[in-house]
């Protein structure tokens, strides 16, 4: 079965320090994988996606993953947290048992603290 | 741009009762698909549909029900509620290529439902 795990609950960080959420798959053949955050009582929004290319993908409001196929993680990255960035932020994966809808992992949320 | 539309935010059903959550978008997207959100568990795809007139069953289909009559429009249908079904349920979007989802998905804001 194809799967995203995400393994923290929660991470904390202070603001200005650089944050990382993790995340590794699990899937057959090549992945097509992405971030999502999700601010309270709202719908998830798309952060960035990696289809193929440069390792290191660009996405909305500074956020960054590294695409690592060695060690199957698509780890988040952001240089200077923001208390705004506080919220709980999803894995996914391209699920071929599932039509190509997207798998979610279970969600990390972050807490940046002033 | 109204994007997703879900519709009731909030409903509150008794054991065996039997409801509609509605959602349409008004981006021409082919694809869409209903989730379940529940507390450490992340999304679980219930349903999805690639096309009008085409649906599939998810990862947790039972106990619900969908249909594709329009591109516009996916309903999902709760045939007998239980109190397992108490969630989060957000509708999503995405105009996909063939060979499945390869951009965003556009979700809508969410229906919470609680079955006493």
């Known amino acids: 079965a194809q799967s995203v795990a995400q393994p923290e609950d929660q991470v904390n960080v202070a603001e200005g320090n650089p944050l990382t959420v993790k995340c590794t798959y699990s899937v057959s053949g090549n992945p097509y994988l992405f971030w999502y955050v999700q601010y309270p009582n709202r719908g998830l929004q798309f952060l960035l996606k990696?289809?193929?290319?440069?390792?290191l993908v660009k996405g909305s409001y500074g956020f960054e993953a590294e695409f690592n196929k060695s060690q199957t993680s698509f780890h988040l990255k952001k240089p200077s947290a923001l208390v705004s960035d506080s919220a709980l932020y999803f894995c996914?994966?391209?699920?071929?048992?599932?039509?190509?809808?997207?798998?979610f992992g279970g969600g990390t949320r972050l807490m940046v603290k002033p | 741009n109204a994007g997703v539309t879900q519709t009731p935010k909030f409903q509150v059903l008794k054991t065996g009762q039997s409801m509609t959550l509605q959602c349409a978008q008004d981006?021409?997207?082919?694809?869409m698909s209903w989730y379940r959100q529940d507390p450490g568990m992340g999304l679980r795809l219930i349903h999805y549909?690639?096309?009008?007139?085409?649906?599939d069953q998810g990862e947790v289909p039972n106990g619900y029900n969908v249909s594709r009559s329009t591109t516009e429009d996916f309903p999902l249908r709760l045939l007998s509620a239980a109190p397992s079904q108490t969630s989060v349920y957000f509708c999503?979007?995405?105009?996909?290529?063939?060979?499945?989802?390869?951009?965003?998905?556009?979700f809508g804001e969410g229906s919470r439902l609680t079955v006493l």
């Open positions: 996914a994966v391209r699920d071929i048992n599932a039509g190509n809808m997207l798998t």
């Open positions: 999503a979007s995405s105009p996909g290529l063939a060979g499945g989802v390869t951009g965003e998905l556009f």
């Open positions: 990696y289809i193929t290319g440069d390792n």
């Open positions: 549909s690639v096309g009008a007139g085409i649906t």
């Open positions: 981006m021409n997207h082919e694809y």
